[in-house]
């Protein structure tokens, strides 16, 4: 990820009132994840499962805070389950974040071709509104979490393109 996407983006998070951070390992959120590793403002919790992922942000929802999901889309595919499941008990804000890759003109991800097209089909189908994000990554991180607290349900970010890994 451009080292300006991801000083925008913490930015956003920071400004949104964003804490904690939840996140599986992404190779195209790697230096994201680094830097909010390091920055003391957010508690961030790794996890190894994608729905333990999912259901940490509602535990934290239900404490009082905000939380963020970050996760490439294949895993957000392979959380589907557990959201679901999240979902029919009458869902929760949380704000996440998908590394997109595998989408037309993706040159370093093209392996990931089937996950790039599943997972807006799959963000229809569970009624959880997204947008694509290739600049003013502050911006859109505060106004993905002022939509996801006023829908009271999970809103996703798809991060792709040149603006944000530099295809």
Not at 41 to 48: A, D, G, I
Not at 72 to 84: E, H, I, K, P, R
Not at 94 to 118: A, N, P, S, V, Y
């Amino acid at each position: 990820m451009k080292s300006e996407a991801i000083k925008s983006t913490i930015e956003g998070l920071k400004q949104a009132g964003i804490n904690p951070v939840v996140w599986l390992p992404s190779q195209g959120f790697a230096s994201l994840l680094d830097a909010i590793t390091n920055d003391s403002y957010f508690n961030h919790f790794p996890v190894s499962h994608e729905g333990n992922g999912i259901g940490l942000c509602a535990g934290a929802w239900l404490g009082g805070k905000k939380p963020a999901l970050i996760i490439q889309n294949s895993g957000f595919v392979l959380m589907t389950y557990a959201l679901m499941g999240l979902l029919r008990l009458g869902g929760f804000p949380t704000l996440i974040l998908i590394d997109q890759r595998g989408i037309i003109g993706d040159k370093r991800g093209h392996w990931l071709f089937g996950w790039g097209r599943t997972t807006p089909q799959i963000l229809d189908m569970l009624e959880i509104p997204y947008s694509t994000v290739q600049d003013n990554f502050a911006a859109s991180v505060v106004s993905n979490q002022h939509t996801t607290e006023a829908y009271g349900k999970p809103v996703a970010m798809l991060f792709s393109g040149e603006e944000v890994y530099g295809n």
